[in-house]
């Protein structure tokens, strides 16, 4: 390992391979929209025949020498040189922001300590150097700073870099899928598997980012089976319909999901701003006469392909808002929840981010000027058209002991109407987990077996239903 | 009461009155943003003398009766006009689409059941007749609906009523202040009448919606207090932190709140997409010694001062993505929680939305080109600078007993550092409600107690602090 110490203090003179200061400013605002970030959306076509594993960059990584480390005349911009020939720029203020001595952060929290009350964004170093693979600063304060090499190239401004670990950190690809699709992108959960392997869990939550649906198998028959999976995750994400629900049918309800009739197409709770995220319904017991089935739908599928063919329907169904609202009571509690927002929400790159869908929870007030009102209603039959084609809707009659678990903000789901016998009583339980919970545990889990967080999608082909 | 029946089927001549179907496209898309949409934001200077109680609209529309009713040549148009001269006009497909009879809608759980599966969109009225002030049409599929004149009227397209009913429904104007304001806005509520008055826990919801903040005195001294006042709004938010959370000095924890040391200013939960609307503290035991003070300042005026004064900054503030992040554990449970958003995010009308800022939360990655980096800084010192200014900042010791009640996604909040002794463990107790609940609460004890949920801005002075 080469170490070589260089103090620089006169004007530095930058290589080619600096990157530009005037590096454009392409900003992808997926993260200010009602939603998690940083999705990106590619069809399943699309991802069918990938090359082998890449080497991971961190074994690259280790091979690299810090060679020189120079700062420029006024002090504001710091540049390190590395063996293999690359240069990387780092403004003074960020590496004084990001010093990690123990006075400035502190790593049982990893939690940065430096008081910005008192933080002077024109401090300057007075001494650089790059010392046995170290960038060493000192700074007009006196305060002393060092860095590894490895912590600063994972933190590159380069434009390469921050891809990198935007992929990495904001992995969530997701891949649209029609009716021609469904058997392929389908994969069943052993229960006991997901309740006793991380690898096995860890898959599961990755199938359900990437296509929005997955399937448990041997579930136990009882009410309470459902909290386990969410345990396994994380934890449940309560709402005014409580933790665990049931869906059969109770006379008298005010929600149209606990009768026996014919459930359309809808997602769940689009009448709050924080959407429930992940869906999990538990059949207990299943009618054994006709109807029951559940039916599905890519919602993203669908945006994609009215985007592409119908783009003006698109455009009316992602810019008109719509009111969505639950009055009513549930054991006890009266609510009255209400929210605005179209049926298909876009990031700021145009691409499908969410979809709000549901007849029942659709306000009669519609608040837009007189002349949105019937390109409005053209444009959400168009969707509704979609929505019920063959080409893109798949109906499934759940199983007992299984547990259909979809992306809420995604799938549209829907239930053919059934008829209850005495002796046979159709049962779900449904519950809810937030993709803020299930993110964090898929981070977590790939730290934990792959020693890294990067996605799975970038090194292996679509999984197989089994 | 009048009723006069007309039955139109020619073209028809519209008067004045009725509403352009150029109506420009003011849509105002805050709903479409990762937060409670609808806001409104106002300074407390604004709204300290305002007129009498307005006339509730409802007893003027008793007075008015429907007079006529036509559908224009295709009949894709209705049009009623009233004794007082208005005319409205309401598209056919909206009025199929919201038919009240039985078939159509159940008043049980206030759901359109039109299965829009076979729903037409091109259906027409044959038969338009006003009588005994209903609209009454009969369909080309013979299908018949009514409607009344009340229920039409509140659900106008004209842009008054449409105003209107947003300010009704999303009524949460929130007033800005600083140091000045704080003791005209801060009110304090006693526990017993929060649990046990719903005209005071309304009145509490809506300060806090209106000024971001609201004191609770006389809590008993045990740490599940917070879930009783939870309860009464509907029930807490859990986070990784869990449903209550103990702010104590805690050694080895992995957050710097769980210490006794100085806790810069901040909101909590930055690095979740769904961040937490409404945060509670409850003081058990507070520092007998110097220290433990909490501290508060409104992010909003903050936000308004900087977009007057300093534009750029401002804009700044809006546009760069700031990575927030947690990894740690808590009671056993792992989390790697990770969110990119700017420090301020606007609505699309340009105004304040959210904060989200936290020294302890910012990662070390900062994933943005690298000449966005140093003006990034400038502007978040300058916002760092007006946070800690003493003419928006205001410290307060919480009392043993008190519950200090905020809005985590406006109001900043830190605490100075303070020393345990053996005999004196300050000891605090957190917990969260999201604004879905809240804002879902407002509107059902408004109707309960007011027979409306119109806000009580419009009519009634800032609330003076007790």
Redesign the interface.
Known sequence: MQSVRTLVLATAKFGSKV?????????R?S????????FRAVHSSEVKHQGPVAKPKDEEKQQVVLVNAIRDIDG?MITIGTSTGEQH?Y?S??LR??CQCPKCF?T??????????Y?D?NIKPTHVMAEENQLKLVWNDGHESDYDLNWLL??S?T?NV?KE??KQ??PMTRISWGTVDFNKILKKYDFNDILNSDATLLDWLENIATYGIALIDNTPPQEDQLRRVADRV?????T?YGEEYMVKHQP?????AYTS??L?MHTDLPY???KPGINMLHCLVQTEGTGGENQVTDAMHVAEKLKREKPEVYKVLT???VEW????QESG??????????VI?NDSNGDFLRADYS????D???????????PW??AH?AF?EEL?NPENTVYFKLKEREILVFDNIRLLHGRKGYEDKPSNTRHLVGSYV????A???I??LR?KLRGH?RSHLSSTPVQKCT
């Open positions: 990157q530009s200061l005037k590096a454009s400013r392409q900003l605002f993260s200010t929209f009602s939603s998690t970030s940083g504001s720029q403004p203020v960020w922001d990001n502190n049982t929290m990893q939690s940065r300590t430096v008081d910005w009350k933080f964004i994972e933190r401004f434009e921050r670990w935007m950190h904001y994380g934890f449940i994400r309560r005014q008298g309800t005010s929600n149209l009739g014919n359309q709050y701003d924080y810019e008109t808002p609202c639950d009055i009513g509690y009266s609510f009255h929840s209400l929210y605005r927002t179209p929400l007849q029942q929870q659709r009669s007030h519609f608040s837009v000027p007189l002349d949105q009102v019937i209603y053209e039959a509704t019920y937030d993709w803020d919970v993110y964090s545990r981070r977590v730290k967080i």
